[in-house]
């Protein structure tokens, strides 16, 4: 099997399996007061330092959720809440088009069900925002409850200069959101450093467990709790804290963000030989996103994994279905609940045309990845490409 | 071989998958995504294709090992069923969708690409015989789907496999239940998959606006009534005519004038149908020798009547045995060849043009 899907989950490292197995065994609820809930709160509070720690966050900025989607929706909704009910004109969300769905179905949740109103951030062809962008369409920021930019594309890993934004957004006074779920571990991430105002990540891209997540959110960030009850995590996040997930969720964090430098240099060393090869085979293989050697405030400006490309004249599901049947796992854009290829909307909001998205693959390379995987695509791309463009899907 | 399971979702095709799996073939299974509006879910035994089919395919397409993908036909499944369906009603005409989707979608579209794909042959779960390149009635009458499959053509039934024509729904949802398989009692579905609500009339109507004309009695010529669209009938219709002629004799409609929007009604007798002309035939084999002594089905789920068919003007002149009514221009007029032994064979259809 080779399995080059990374960006959609990785395989959970070894120390976080082992940390993990130690807790599950362990009775205690973190907010008990006898000696069972001290030491389960012990262990949750020394994982939310360490989680901290590597992402350059204080500890009582960390709050953890079930994940991804969970921090997108508290984040977006809650602080648009907070500051919509301090000033009745912060109706507007400034927002990338390019986010992933938890944001933009968030966004637009809200404006469906709760008067807000949003402006969609102009997208270069390479995926990211510019700052001047984002200041024009900030205005003098007074309407503005929320910005959101992710830090990391998950579709085609064009990595945003989230410092400069922030920047941009603070000098008229709007909070900054970013989601960077994709961006730990493969590049550096520093919380404080960059300025912005919430965070998200999850535990299962980087080697921990599904489920896991967190929500950095500054101090003086006002956010409306999505979920009501015991009071835990700051009073944003209720619930009894899930003790091994948090355990796990810190463990590969800390282990993805302390072998981050030495690993991103060989996966992105695979990459660029799979696309050189790829390109060798299959020679008007198109790459989407920023160019595989692009630098973006002294670091990478793509996400060293991941390798998006379109093979014009072939749809993208009958290249998933060619190679999935030859042992090789890939992705195309997002499916819809019902299964169905959609044509990616992040290829559409950087200009591509329909064509483009409906032929597109992504490849994303994870701390497993080897050069057997490489020569196993390589090996098989050429007759699998040929045979999809023979087979276009129902079109005329 | 390769083989691509078309899965709907039911229990006819995820026995037919299974089977094909047991059989030795390497599986692939396939759930086509026709509706534009995928959220709806179903309730009781009508519609398909909703987000809940998908899932109840996967879930058979998991428990059975096979790899397992959406394809997305929605658009073209609109183009030529969907307006196809209303253009047709629009026309006047009565026209079948599931045999266009056979014909358009099922064996032509997801089977050009599956074999361009790779795959050998496409399994489903019609209830319908084919051996030999021959495409024969399923042994459980009451379930036989030859009729919307009579439009298939010799290169298009060897690439197909239907492995349920051999058995009755019964014993397939016995099948079904012994695997395991949570579609075992999922209702059948019928009616039409896209109007999931069963009320043609009023899709017709949504689609086409309000269209009113006249209703016109065929023997006086005089105006008996106003309709507000002539989608809203059927030629045999008996029920809902909303008019009432001299006598208190039934009247059917025998004829749906599209440009002048009339709806001509009559008497039974004059709604009897002995000769049906239609346009250009296909045929699921070589073609017959005309003129020939056939059995022809008008509808589906309609009873087969002795007929003989000759070759007009391209088309073809079916003379009826015993006159029959309710023969509509653009339902398709399946030709059969008794067989009582080996179940009866379809030799081809038309469709029908003139009916009188």
């Given at each position: 099997?080779?399995y080059?899907?990374?960006?959609?989950?990785?395989?959970?490292?070894?120390?976080?399996?082992?940390?993990?197995?130690e807790?599950?065994?362990?009775?205690?609820?973190?907010?008990?007061?006898?000696a069972s809930?001290?030491?389960?709160r012990?262990?949750?509070?020394q994982?939310?330092?360490?989680?901290?720690?590597?992402l350059?966050?204080?500890?009582?900025e960390?709050?953890?959720?079930?994940?991804?989607?969970?921090?997108?929706?508290?984040?977006v909704?809650?602080?648009?809440?907070a500051?919509?009910?301090?000033?009745?004109?912060?109706?507007?969300?400034?927002?990338?088009?390019?986010?992933?769905?938890?944001v933009?179905?968030s966004?637009?949740?809200?404006?469906?069900?709760?008067?807000a109103?949003?402006?969609?951030?102009?997208?270069?062809?390479?995926?990211?925002?510019?700052?001047e962008?984002?200041?024009?369409?900030?205005?003098?920021?007074?309407?503005?409850?929320?910005?959101?930019?992710?830090w990391?594309?998950n579709?085609?890993?064009?990595?945003n200069d989230?410092?400069?934004?922030?920047?941009?957004?603070?000098a008229v006074?709007?909070?900054?959101?970013?989601?960077?779920?994709?961006?730990?571990?493969?590049?550096?991430?520093?919380?404080g450093?960059?300025?912005?105002?919430?965070l998200?990540?999850?535990?299962?891209?980087?080697?921990?467990?599904?489920?896991?997540?967190?929500?950095?959110?500054r101090?003086?960030?006002?956010?409306?709790?999505?979920?009501?009850?015991?009071g835990?995590?700051?009073d944003?996040r209720?619930?009894?804290?899930?003790?091994?997930?948090?355990?796990?969720l810190?463990?590969?964090?800390?282990?993805a963000v302390?072998r981050?430098e030495?690993?991103?240099a060989?996966v992105?060393?695979l990459?660029?030989?799979?696309?050189r090869e790829?390109?060798?085979?299959?020679?008007?293989?198109q790459?989407?996103?920023?160019?595989?050697?692009?630098v973006?405030?002294?670091?990478?400006?793509?996400l060293?994994?991941?390798?998006?490309?379109?093979?014009?004249?072939?749809?993208?599901?009958?290249?998933?279905?060619?190679?999935d049947?030859?042992?090789?796992?890939?992705?195309?854009?997002s499916?819809?609940?019902?299964?169905?290829?959609?044509?990616?909307?992040v290829?559409?909001?950087?200009?591509a045309?329909?064509?483009?998205?409906r032929?597109s693959?992504?490849?994303?390379?994870g701390?497993?990845?080897?050069?057997?995987?490489?020569d196993a695509?390589?090996?098989?791309?050429?007759?699998?490409?040929e045979?999809a463009?023979?087979a276009?899907?129902?079109?005329? | 071989?390769?083989?691509?399971?078309?899965m709907?979702?039911?229990v006819?095709?995820a026995?037919?998958a299974?089977?094909?799996?047991?059989?030795g073939?390497?599986?692939?299974g396939?759930?086509?995504?026709?509706?534009q509006n995928?959220q709806?879910?179903?309730?009781?035994s009508?519609?398909?294709?909703?987000?809940?089919?998908?899932h109840?395919?996967?879930?058979?397409?998991?428990?059975?090992?096979?790899p397992?993908?959406?394809?997305?036909?929605?658009?073209r499944?609109?183009?030529?069923?969907?307006?196809?369906?209303?253009?047709?009603?629009?026309?006047?005409?009565?026209?079948?969708?599931?045999?266009?989707c056979n014909e358009?979608?099922?064996?032509?579209?997801?089977l050009?690409?599956?074999?361009?794909?790779?795959?050998?042959?496409?399994?489903t779960?019609?209830?319908?015989?084919?051996?030999?390149?021959?495409?024969?009635?399923?042994?459980?009458?009451?379930?036989?789907?030859?009729?919307v499959?009579?439009?298939?053509?010799?290169?298009?039934?060897?690439?197909?496999w239907?492995?349920?024509?051999?058995?009755t729904?019964?014993?397939?949802?016995?099948?079904a239940?012994?695997?395991?398989?949570?579609?075992?009692?999922?209702?059948?579905?019928?009616?039409?998959?896209?109007?999931?609500?069963?009320?043609?009339?009023g899709?017709?109507?949504?689609?086409?606006?309000?269209?009113?004309?006249?209703?016109?009695?065929?023997?006086?010529?005089?105006?008996?009534g106003?309709?507000?669209?002539?989608?809203?009938?059927?030629?045999?219709?008996?029920r809902?005519?909303?008019?009432?002629?001299?006598?208190?004799a039934?009247r059917y409609?025998?004829?749906?004038?599209?440009?002048?929007?009339?709806?001509?009604?009559?008497?039974?007798?004059?709604?009897?149908?002995?000769?049906?002309?239609?346009?250009?035939?296909?045929?699921?084999?070589?073609?017959?020798?005309?003129?020939?002594?056939?059995?022809?089905?008008?509808r589906?789920?309609?009873?087969?009547?002795?007929?003989?068919v000759?070759?007009?003007?391209?088309?073809?002149?079916?003379?009826?045995?015993?006159?029959?009514?309710?023969?509509?221009?653009?339902?398709?007029?399946?030709?059969?060849e008794?067989?009582?032994?080996?179940?009866?064979?379809?030799?081809?259809?038309?469709?029908?043009?003139?009916a009188?």
């Amino acid at each position: 099997m080779t399995y080059l899907d990374h960006a959609a989950t990785t395989p959970m490292l070894p120390e976080v399996l082992a940390a993990m197995t130690e807790q599950l065994g362990r009775v205690g609820n973190a907010s008990s007061l006898h000696a069972s809930g001290r030491a389960a709160r012990r262990v949750a509070e020394q994982s939310r330092e360490r989680l901290a720690e590597a992402l350059g966050a204080r500890p009582s900025e960390v709050l953890f959720t079930g994940g991804g989607t969970e921090s997108d929706n508290l984040a977006v909704k809650g602080i648009f809440w907070a500051r919509r009910e301090a000033d009745a004109q912060r109706r507007r969300l400034v927002v990338s088009p390019a986010e992933h769905h938890a944001v933009l179905d968030s966004v637009e949740w809200l404006v469906k069900h709760d008067d807000a109103e949003v402006t969609w951030l102009p997208v270069e062809p390479s995926g990211r925002i510019r700052p001047e962008v984002l200041a024009e369409a900030l205005g003098d920021g007074r309407d503005v409850a929320l910005t959101s930019v992710m830090w990391a594309n998950n579709e085609i890993g064009t990595v945003n200069d989230i410092a400069a934004l922030a920047a941009v957004a603070h000098a008229v006074g709007v909070p900054m959101h970013t989601d960077a779920v994709q961006a730990v571990g493969q590049v550096l991430v520093d919380f404080g450093a960059s300025g912005v105002d919430a965070l998200t990540m999850t535990g299962h891209k980087l080697g921990g467990p599904m489920g896991a997540g967190a929500l950095l959110l500054r101090r003086d960030a006002e956010c409306t709790p999505l979920l009501h009850g015991g009071g835990q995590e700051r009073d944003v996040r209720s619930g009894t804290l899930d003790v091994a997930a948090i355990v796990g969720l810190a463990v590969a964090t800390a282990t993805a963000v302390g072998r981050r430098e030495q690993r991103a240099a060989e996966v992105g060393e695979l990459r660029d030989r799979l696309v050189r090869e790829v390109r060798a085979q299959v020679p008007d293989t198109q790459l989407n996103g920023a160019p595989l050697d692009d630098v973006l405030a002294g670091g990478p400006g793509r996400l060293p994994g991941n390798a998006h490309l379109s093979f014009p004249g072939a749809e993208g599901d009958a290249l998933l279905m060619l190679l999935d049947a030859r042992g090789i796992e890939c992705s195309t854009g997002s499916a819809c609940s019902a299964g169905v290829a959609r044509p990616s909307h992040v290829l559409l909001a950087v200009g591509a045309d329909g064509e483009r998205a409906r032929s597109s693959l992504r490849f994303s390379l994870g701390h497993t990845s080897t050069e057997a995987d490489v020569d196993a695509v390589v090996e098989v791309i050429g007759p699998v490409v040929e045979r999809a463009r023979r087979a276009g899907l129902g079109r005329r | 071989m390769r083989v691509l399971a078309a899965m709907s979702g039911g229990v006819d095709s995820a026995v037919a998958a299974a089977l094909a799996v047991d059989a030795g073939h390497d599986v692939t299974g396939v759930h086509l995504a026709l509706s534009q509006n995928r959220q709806t879910l179903r309730s009781g035994s009508r519609g398909c294709c909703s987000v809940e089919d998908s899932h109840d395919a996967r879930r058979v397409a998991d428990e059975l090992g096979i790899p397992f993908y959406v394809w997305d036909l929605a658009e073209r499944f609109t183009e030529d069923v969907v307006d196809d369906f209303v253009a047709e009603y629009a026309a006047g005409r009565t026209p079948n969708p599931c045999l266009r989707c056979n014909e358009k979608i099922k064996f032509s579209a997801v089977l050009d690409r599956a074999l361009s794909l790779g795959f050998d042959a496409v399994v489903t779960g019609h209830h319908a015989r084919l051996s030999d390149g021959e495409l024969r009635r399923s042994v459980d009458a009451a379930k036989d789907q030859s009729y919307v499959l009579g439009v298939l053509t010799p290169g298009q039934l060897a690439a197909a496999w239907f492995p349920l024509g051999g058995m009755t729904k019964e014993r397939v949802r016995e099948i079904a239940a012994e695997r395991g398989f949570a579609v075992a009692t999922k209702p059948d579905s019928h009616d039409i998959c896209f109007i999931p609500d069963g009320d043609t009339r009023g899709f017709l109507a949504r689609r086409l606006g309000s269209r009113p004309g006249p209703v016109v009695d065929a023997a006086t010529g005089e105006t008996v009534g106003e309709h507000d669209g002539t989608y809203g009938f059927t030629i045999g219709q008996r029920r809902g005519l909303g008019v009432s002629a001299g006598d208190s004799a039934p009247r059917y409609v025998l004829g749906i004038e599209p440009v002048s929007r009339t709806v001509t009604i009559g008497t039974a007798e004059q709604a009897a149908v002995d000769e049906v002309l239609t346009g250009v035939p296909t045929w699921t084999g070589a073609a017959p020798v005309l003129p020939a002594r056939f059995e022809v089905q008008l509808r589906a789920h309609g009873r087969p009547v002795p007929c003989e068919v000759l070759v007009v003007d391209g088309g073809l002149r079916i003379e009826l045995a015993d006159s029959q009514r309710g023969v509509a221009p653009g339902q398709s007029a399946v030709l059969y060849e008794p067989d009582a032994a080996r179940g009866d064979r379809v030799v081809g259809q038309a469709a029908v043009a003139v009916a009188r």
